[in-house]
């Protein structure tokens, strides 16, 4: 599932490509896809509207267009954007911009969601998040762990605590401050939280500069993979040889979720 490094590249991307651009035609390729209202509805309220700016909150991409509306885009499991000349395999939901540029919205299993707004900040999945990491201060993520019981893991994938983690970045998070995953927020010291809260800020702004991790769906806008996999530390990495110790990394379903961790360097 794409993370907070995979929905930021995307979206730097397309501000560099379609930024001003005009949407000459819209193909619904599977109404599942739209959410909301109708799919002629959602058809017709994006036909001849300019793309005004593009960014993200958490995981959802956010479109501004003319006339004060907003195109909200949430991969989810399995949708990945491109930015082509022709309609891709898989593609769900295509854009056709004056240039004959073609934005298309993948999404082998359907799982995605494509809605217009007019007010995306009262939208339940976005008025319920929990800040963005890139934009709190050392002091207030640890203290956004105050009175907190559950696990330091969940919770950090919880996007109504903090906005745009999930399960893998979770992980690099987790191995990097040598926190255990199954690590209740309570036994949590304060430096702890601060070093955990270092290794978020780093690794997330080194995905970014990579360009995200493809480990499933995710492609970058032109089709390539993200670079960020071989700076992957645990993540798929079970049995492989653990880069702190060199002890062999596990892999254990915690809370449902396939985690790997070094039972040695976490603690
Ligand atoms: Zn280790």
């Known amino acids: ?37 109708p799919a002629q509805k959602f058809k ?9 700016d593009i960014f993200r909150r958490g995981k959802v991409l956010i479109i501004k267009l003319e006339e004060s509306l907003f195109l ?27 240039d004959n540029q073609v934005l298309n919205f993948c999404d082998q299993r359907v799982l995605g969601e494509a809605r217009i707004v007019r007010d995306w ?30 696990k330091v893991k969940p919770l950090l994938m919880d996007q109504n605590f903090l906005a745009g983690v999930g399960n893998i970045y979770a ?11 199954q690590r209740s927020a309570e036994k949590t010291k304060k430096e702890e939280l601060e070093k955990i809260y270092s290794c978020l800020i780093s690794i997330l702004k080194d995905a970014i ?6 480990v499933d769906t995710y492609r970058q806008i032109d089709g390539s993979q993200g670079n960020y996999i ?24 915690i809370g449902g979720r396939g985690t790997y961790f ?5 603690k």
């Open 121 to 150: 900040r009262s939208l339940p999945i976005i008025k319920n998040m929990g800040p963005e990491p890139l934009e709190l201060k050392k002091d207030e993520f640890v203290k956004l762990f105050d009175g907190k019981r559950t």
């Open 44 to 52: 017709s309220q994006l036909q001849g509207k300019a793309i005004k």
């Open 171 to 181: 992980q690099e998070i987790l191995f990097c401050a040598g926190i255990h995953p």
């Open 209 to 214: 500069a990579k360009k995200g991790s493809s």
């Open 262 to 266: 070094c039972s040695h360097c976490q």
């Open 230 to 253: 071989p700076f992957l530390k645990v993540y798929q990495r079970e049995d492989e040889l653990c880069f702190k110790c060199r002890r062999p990394i596990k892999r254990k379903a």
């Open 72 to 98: 909200i885009i949430h991969l989810r499991i399995s949708g990945w954007l491109t930015l082509s000349q022709t309609r891709e395999k898989f593609s769900r939901l295509l854009l056709k911009f004056a």
């Open 1 to 37: 599932m794409p993370e907070l490094p995979e929905v930021e590249t995307i979206k730097l991307q397309l501000k560099r490509k379609i930024l001003n651009k005009k949407i000459k035609e819209v193909i619904v390729e599977d109404k599942r896809l739209i959410k909301g209202i």
